[in-house]
Nanobody, 118 residues
């Protein structure tokens, strides 16, 4: 059984930083695209950033220049370094991964709350 476990959320003042981590565990043969999404109250879930197994990245325009996604393939872990946080970054952040276990599939983490106070 595959599980994505997130950590690193919390409460921070505007202008501050947080680092999120997400580790994939279970019977995993390979991990392909990994990424972070977020969902604010009353809004749809949206893409924040994704990274391929080769390190190619893509960011939402709203976070470019402030957030950095990275991964450690050996640890099957993806990170999101969030700097210059704004109140509008407040949301539940979800890890997502395309990986091959018994079959190719897409998995979600349980979510971690990020709250930015003004």
């Amino acid at each position: 059984q595959v599980v994505l476990v997130e950590s690193g959320g919390g409460l921070v003042q505007a202008g501050g930083s947080l680092r999120l981590s997400c580790a994939a565990s279970g019977n995993i043969f390979s991990v392909n695209l990994m990424g972070w999404y977020r969902q604010a109250p009353g809004k749809q879930r949206e893409l924040v950033a994704v990274i391929s197994s080769f390190g190619q990245t893509n960011y939402a325009d709203s976070v470019k220049g402030r957030f950095t996604i990275s991964r450690d393939n050996a640890k099957k872990t993806v990170y999101l370094q969030m700097n210059s946080l704004k109140p509008e970054d407040t949301a539940v952040y979800y890890c997502n991964a395309d990986l091959f276990s018994m079959a190719p599939n897409n998995y979600w983490g349980q979510g971690t709350q990020v709250t930015v106070s003004s």
